[in-house]
């Protein structure tokens, strides 16, 4: 079993639709990040967080040490926002990976 | 303020070959970070530097190493290459470093072939 879990792996949406990406680990953690993948490779951290929540634009996160959970939600989605987001978690010494989750999303 | 630059972005080498890549951090950023991407294995951690020293490696053979300049700049190199070491190498910079894996700024990437 992976130490972290991302679901779905695909997904596909309407513009305009609230879209929710799905991350569970099983390790103990100092913090989760969400990336942001385009084609062609460039990556751009999203978020950094260790609790709670984080709000930027129209993306959220959300975290729930406890259930060791957290999801990324996307608001009036775009065809912009078409990417694979990947979930990360860090501890003292090592950053480890989600397999991402292709999201399309078409007008 | 000028990105995460990493070169070459495309390179072509045989089985047996040495290969070096190079990351240069935003200006002021003090963590380099490197990772590995392929199809199959996703995303993988291979190593952070900070102030020259490395404090961090993933579970790769020791063909992988790297190392850290002055001026943060920092090198991979992957000694006698195999098939398996085709990928997308990242390398990311990180701020101040305290939180080793702070907010990340990525490079483009150097896409490696080996034939």
């Known amino acids: 079993k992976n130490e972290v879990e991302q679901s779905p792996q695909n997904l596909t949406a309407q513009e305009g639709e609230f879209i929710t990406i799905n991350c569970s680990y099983s390790?103990?953690?100092?913090?989760l990040h969400w990336l942001q993948q385009h084609p062609g490779g460039g990556i751009v951290s999203l978020f950094m967080l260790s609790s709670g929540k984080k709000k930027h634009g129209r993306l959220i996160a959300t975290i729930n040490i406890q259930e060791k959970h957290s999801s990324l939600h996307i608001t009036a989605s775009h065809p912009r926002d078409s990417a694979v987001y990947i979930c990360?978690?860090?501890?003292?010494?090592?950053?480890?990976f989600g397999t991402g989750t292709r999201l399309q999303v078409f007008p | 303020k000028a990105g995460v630059t990493q070169t070459p972005r495309y390179l072509i080498k045989t089985r047996g070959q040495q290969v070096t890549l190079s990351c240069s951090p935003i200006?002021?950023?003090?963590?380099v970070s490197w990772y590995q991407q392929t199809p199959g294995q996703g995303l993988q951690f291979l190593f952070e530097?900070?102030?020259?020293?490395?404090?961090n490696k993933g579970n790769f053979p020791g063909r992988f190493s790297g190392r850290q300049f002055s001026n943060s700049r920092s090198e991979m190199n992957v000694s006698t290459l195999e098939l398996g070491d085709s990928a997308l190498y990242l390398c990311?910079?990180?701020?101040?470093?305290?939180?080793?894996?702070?907010?990340?700024?990525f490079g483009s990437g150097t896409q490696l072939s080996v034939l």
């Open positions: 530097y900070f102030s020259e020293t490395q404090r």
């Open positions: 200006s002021g950023h003090r963590s």
């Open positions: 990360a978690v860090s501890d003292t010494d090592k950053l480890i």
């Open positions: 990311a910079s990180s701020p101040r470093g305290g939180d080793r894996f702070e907010k990340l700024f």
């Open positions: 390790v103990g953690i100092s913090a």
